[in-house]
C-alpha cells in the first residue's frame, strides 16, 4: 500500500528537520572541540597561564601520588652514629634514584637485545573468521525488432543466492637468510646493552664521587669553623690583653678599639664559617639521595699527614685509565655498535630467502533461491618458498648506507676525541694530587711558624716590648696559615678522589686493580 500526498509531504518535512538537527550537532561539536583545542596554549605571551587541569596535577603532587615508594629500600639514618665515607658511600648507593634510573635503563636495552633476536624466529599466527553474504543477480527478459539490431528489456527476475563460510588457520612466516641483516641488528643491540651497564656502572662511580667530594667539602667546612674559633679566641685574647695595658696606662684608647673590631670581626667570620658548614652538610645529604631535612652526623677524618709514597706512574695510570673507564667503553661500544649498523644497511641490498605456509580448515554453505544449503568442510594447507629481490627503492638503501657510514665515522672520532680528553684529565688530576702531596711539608711548616710568632709577639706586646700592630699582623698570619693547612688538607682529598675517577678506579666492580681512593 502507497503513501498518500499529505502522508509523503508529513514524512519528507520530518526527515528534513531530522537532518537539520543532525547538521547542528556537528555544528556543535566541531565548535567545542576548537574551543577545547585553543585552551592548549597560553592566551597571551605577556604573561603566565593556568592550563585546564592543573590543579589535578598539583593535587596529585601535593597527595605524592607519584612518590619514590620504597626509597632507599627502607633506608634509616640513625641519627646517634656517625657515618663513615664507606657507610655514606653505600648509603647513596642504595638510595639515590639515579642508580635505579640508569638499572632500569639497562633492563630496557637488554629486553632490546632479546626483541631484536625475535627475528630469528618463525613467526605464527592463528586466525579464525565466519561471515554470511546474501547477494543477487538480474536476469531480464529481452525482446528483439523491429531491426535486426534493436534489443530491449520487458521484463525478468532475480536469482538469490546466499552463503555461510567459517574458518580457521594457523599461518607461518620464517625468515631463512638474509644476508648478516639479523646479525648486525643483534650486535648492535648488544652493544647498546653493553653501554648501558657500562653506563649503569658510571652513575654509581658518579655517585661515589659525589658524596666522596661533598664529604670532604663538609669535612673543611668544619675545619674552617675551628679556624674561625682559633682566631676568634686568639682576637679575644688579644683584646683582653689590649684591654689590661690600657686599664695600666700603657695602651691608648684608638688601640683597644681596634683590639674590639678584630674580636667583632672574627666573630662575623665564624658564623660565616658555620653558614657555610650548614650548606656543605645540606650539600652531602642531598648528595646520597636522601632529604635534605635528614639529621646526620658525619665521623671526623683523621689529622694525619699523608704519605707521598706513590708507586704507579703518570704512564700507568693513563694506560689504565684508557682501557677501563666507563665512559670510554660506552664510547667503544657505541663503534661496535655503528659498524653493526652499517652491516645491517649494506645487506639491504642483498635478496631475503624466507619459508610461509599455513594449515587449516574451511567450511563453505551456499544456498541459491531458498534451496537447502549445500556445500562442506575441507582442510586448506599450503607452503612456499619466497625470495624477496630489491630492485629499486628510490634511493632509501643507498641513504641509509650512507647515514650509516657518517654514524661510524663519527663515534670513532667522538672515541678518539674522549680518550684525548681522558688523557688531559688524568694528567691534571696527577699533577693536583702530587702537588697538593708537596705543599703539604710546606703548610705544616708555616702553621708552626705562625703560631710561634703569635706566641711570642703577644707575650712581648703584655710586656710593653711590643706594638699592638705588630701582635695583630701575626695573629691575621696565624689565621692564614690555619686556612693554608687546611685548604692543603682539602686539596689532596679533592685531587686524590678525582684522579680516582679519572682512571676509573671509583666504585670499579672488578678488584683486579688496587683502588687508589681514600677509605
Known amino acids: 500500500m502507497g503513501l498518500i500526498p499529505d502522508q509523503i509531504f508529513l514524512e519528507a518535512k520530518r526527515f528534513r528537520a531530522l537532518v537539520y538537527l543532525f547538521l547542528i550537532a556537528i555544528f556543535n561539536f566541531g565548535a567545542n572541540f576548537a574551543v577545547l583545542g585553543s585552551d592548549n596554549t597560553p592566551p597571551s605571551p605577556n604573561k603566565p597561564w593556568s592550563p585546564p587541569g592543573l590543579n ?39 638510595s639515590n634514584p639515579n642508580t635505579r634510573t640508569a638499572w632500569e635503563q639497562a633492563r630496557q636495552a637488554a629486553g632490546a637485545v632479546g626483541l631484536s633476536q625475535s627475528d630469528y624466529y618463525p613467526y605464527l599466527v592463528a586466525s ?139 666573630a662575623y667570620d665564624l658564623e660565616a664559617a658555620q653558614g657555610e658548614l650548614s650548606d656543605a652538610q645540606v650539600a652531602l645529604v642531598e648528595s646520597l639521595g636522601i632529604l635534605p631535612t635528614t639529621e646526620l652526623h658525619v665521623m671526623e677524618i683523621p689529622d694525619k699527614p699523608f704519605s707521598e709514597n706513590f708507586d704507579d706512574s703518570l704512564d700507568e695510570l693513563i694506560d689504565r685509565a684508557l682501557s677501563q673507564r666507563p665512559d670510554l667503553v660506552a664510547k667503544l661500544a657505541g663503534v661496535r655498535e655503528a659498524e653493526a649498523g652499517v652491516k645491517a644497511a649494506r645487506a639491504e641490498y642483498y635478496p631475503k630467502v624466507s619459508l610461509s ?15 537447502p544449503y549445500f556445500g562442506g568442510n575441507q582442510p586448506v594447507y599450503g607452503i612456499g618458498l ?14 641509509k648506507l650512507r647515514i650509516a657510514e657518517s654514524q661510524l665515522r663519527a ?52 710586656h710593653g716590648l711590643d706594638t699592638y700592630v705588630d701582635v695583630v699582623n701575626a695573629q691575621r698570619d696565624l689565621a692564614a696559615a690555619h686556612a693554608v693547612m687546611v685548604d692543603t688538607r682539602s686539596a689532596i682529598f679533592t685531587s686524590q678522589t678525582a684522579l680516582a675517577l679519572s682512571i676509573g678506579d671509583l666504585d670499579k666492580p672488578s678488584a683486579a686493580n688496587t683502588t687508589i681512593y681514600p677509605q
Request: net charge negative; hydrophobic share 40%; aromatic share 8%.
Open 56 to 94: 589535578d596535577y598539583e593535587t596529585a603532587l601535593a597527595r605524592g601520588d607519584y612518590a619514590e615508594k620504597n626509597n632507599g629500600e627502607g633506608i634509616t639514618i640513625d641519627p646517634g652514629k656517625e657515618y663513615s665515607l664507606p657507610e655514606l658511600i653505600d648509603i647513596a648507593e642504595r
Open 128 to 266: 579464525a573468521a565466519a561471515g554470511y553474504e546474501r547477494a543477487f543477480i538480474p536476469f531480464p527478459t529481452l525482446k528483439t525488432g523491429p531491426g535486426p539490431n534493436d534489443v530491449s528489456i520487458t521484463g525478468g527476475g532475480t536469482l538469490t543466492s546466499e552463503a555461510a563460510a567459517e574458518g580457521a588457520a594457523l599461518n607461518m612466516k620464517w625468515l631463512l637468510f638474509d644476508f648478516g641483516q639479523r646479525k648486525a641488528t643483534v650486535t648492535a643491540a648488544k652493544e647498546k646493552l653493553m653501554a648501558a651497564n657500562i653506563g649503569f656502572n658510571a652513575v654509581h662511580q658518579q655517585i661515589v664521587f659525589n658524596v666522596t667530594q661533598h664529604f670532604y667539602e663538609f669535612d673543611t667546612a668544619r675545619e674552617q669553623v675551628a679556624v674561625a674559633e682559633s682566631s676568634l679566641n686568639a682576637a679575644k685574647t688579644v683584646e683582653d690583653a689590649a684591654q689590661a695595658r690600657f686599664d695600666h696606662g700603657l695602651a691608648t684608647k684608638p688601640e683597644l678599639l681596634q683590639a674590639d673590631q678584630q674580636a667583632a670581626q672574627a
Open 357 to 371: 605456509g599455513n594449515v587449516g580448515i574451511s567450511q563453505l554453505d551456499v544456498t541459491i533461491k531458498d534451496s
Open 386 to 399: 619466497n625470495i624477496d629481490v630489491p630492485i629499486f627503492d628510490g634511493f632509501t638503501r643507498k641513504n
Open 411 to 462: 663515534a670513532e672520532s667522538d672515541l678518539a676525541g674522549s680518550r684525548d680528553a681522558a688523557v688531559r684529565e688524568v694528567w691534571k688530576a696527577y699533577t693536583d694530587f702530587k702537588t697538593a702531596l708537596h705543599k703539604q711539608d710546606s703548610a705544616t711548616l708555616l702553621l708552626s711558624a705562625s703560631q710561634s710568632s703569635f706566641d711570642a709577639s703577644l707575650e712581648a706586646y703584655r
